[in-house]
């Protein structure tokens, strides 16, 4: 049966048998035993499917990536420890030490830092580049050994939204996948896939958990990335792994060949695992993830349309704002409303933006973005401290720029707050 995304939020992942509990079972458990060596041994030889040791895999875990998994349409689905976890494990899947890959500069600020400041330790270089360039700008940063394309859906903190189709176009072309972070809009408002992205990546931690309660990350295939067909492109798939004596990821897993290989080879050897306790919250926040999709993106319209309103207002990003420059890409890939977070500044600059924020009652400060409460933060001090100010310029950060996260509050009580705290604001 073929059911919405509203369904899915609730049904898939864990399907109760007769007598089973209803609500998904927290397995709380290190290790599975089994009642012969040989069935064990045949686990970690990945010639039998089961669980061992939770590292690995955990029951409550898979049921709640497979429901995310239905969600955005893929065949195959990995929780990790953090949405950091996530980016880091399915970028470092298919490249090595030697290797290139290409970023938008645009994205949040930790994943800037993983990419072109740890990863760069490891041997691996990332370019990053202006999401708005024409394709064949773009084309110029491609070298032989370039692995993969990576962009945000909506870009964290600039809100800007991701072109698929022009980098799918450019990344299908030079025989690598195209991988989206899909952390703000959700599967519930975008579903990459349909728009040629091969791989998918969450910040669970945000609207899908949605109460600022637990940490985790989601990393989704398509299946629909043939890396059979570039086996001298992509080795660590197409080559045999001896720490599992010899097999070849694509030939024995087919389109699980990309998910098999993070799982069995990264989380056994870097452990980013998520916690089962952490995966039955993450599950909770997943049945309401489409009612309270529809609340931010209402609440946070309404707001973006005062500010834009307001005198002591500089500019606003929103792109369901009519007006907003990402506007058409949003209603070409997010029809039914983006997100609830936009971007603002004041006139008066850095100073009064954060007066503003500091004079704010209940909108708190946060290093959090994407929950039911509204919170903000000013990006330039906070999530891209560690940028240059030219790093900050190229990223699109201006200093003035502050996030705001609005939650599902009485949006006349959001806009009380913001008033209040306006009217203490002096443009001289």
């Not at 024409?134 to 870009?155: R, V």
């Not at 990003?317 to 977070?341: F, I, Q, R, T, W």
Request: hydrophobic share 35%.
């Amino acid at each position: 049966m073929n059911t919405k995304p509203g369904t899915k939020c609730i049904h898939e992942g864990w399907k109760p048998q007769n007598g089973q509990p209803r609500q998904l079972p927290i397995i709380q458990s290190t290790t599975f035993p089994y009642a012969t060596s040989d069935d064990m041994g045949k686990l970690f030889d990945l010639e039998a499917e089961g669980y061992f040791y939770t590292r690995l895999q955990n029951p409550t875990n898979d049921m709640v990536a497979a429901k995310i998994c239905a969600l955005e349409g893929g065949v195959a689905a990995m929780l990790t420890s953090s949405g950091q976890a996530a980016n880091f494990y399915a970028v470092f899947n298919i490249c090595n030490a030697g290797d290139h890959f290409i970023a938008s500069s645009s994205i949040y600020g930790g994943t800037y830092n993983l990419f072109g400041v740890t990863m760069k330790k490891m041997g691996i270089e990332c370019t990053f580049i202006d999401q708005t360039l024409p394709i064949e700008e773009l084309e110029k940063y491609i070298k032989p050994n370039t692995k993969c394309i990576f962009g945000e859906t909506i870009t964290n903190p600039t809100i800007s939204v991701f072109d698929f189709e022009k980098f799918a176009t450019l990344a299908h072309k030079h025989g690598m996948p195209l991988i989206i972070d899909n952390t703000f809009a959700t599967p519930v408002n975008c579903r990459p896939f349909e728009f040629g992205a091969d791989i998918v990546t969450h910040s669970t931690t945000k609207y899908i958990d949605g109460h600022g309660v637990s940490v985790g990350g989601c990393i989704v295939d398509s299946g629909n990335f043939d890396f059979a067909a570039y086996g001298d492109k992509f080795p660590g798939l197409n080559t045999p792994d001896d720490s599992y004596h010899g097999i070849i990821y694509t030939e024995r897993f087919g389109k699980g060949a990309f998910i098999t290989k993070a799982t069995s080879q990264l989380m056994r050897d870097l452990g980013s695992i998520q916690s089962p306790q952490n995966a039955f919250y993450i599950n909770l926040g997943l049945e309401t993830l489409h009612v309270r999709m529809r609340e931010h993106c209402a609440n946070a319209l309404t707001i973006a349309k005062y500010l834009k309103a307001h005198d002591k207002v500089a500019w606003v990003h929103y792109p369901d704002l009519e007006d907003d420059e990402y506007n058409a890409l949003a209603k070409k890939y997010l029809p039914n409303g983006s997100c609830g977070v936009l971007a603002f500044g004041l006139k008066g600059g850095r100073e009064q933006s954060i007066k503003f924020m500091d004079s704010l009652k209940f909108a708190s400060i946060a290093t959090h973005v994407a929950d039911s409460k509204t919170c903000l933060l000013h990006p330039a001090s906070h999530t891209h401290r560690q940028l240059s100010e030219q790093q900050l310029k190229e990223a699109g950060v201006a200093p003035d720029l502050i996030r705001l996260s609005v939650g599902i509050e009485d949006v006349g009580d959001i806009i009380a707050d913001i008033e209040q705290a306006l009217d203490g604001i002096v443009i001289e």
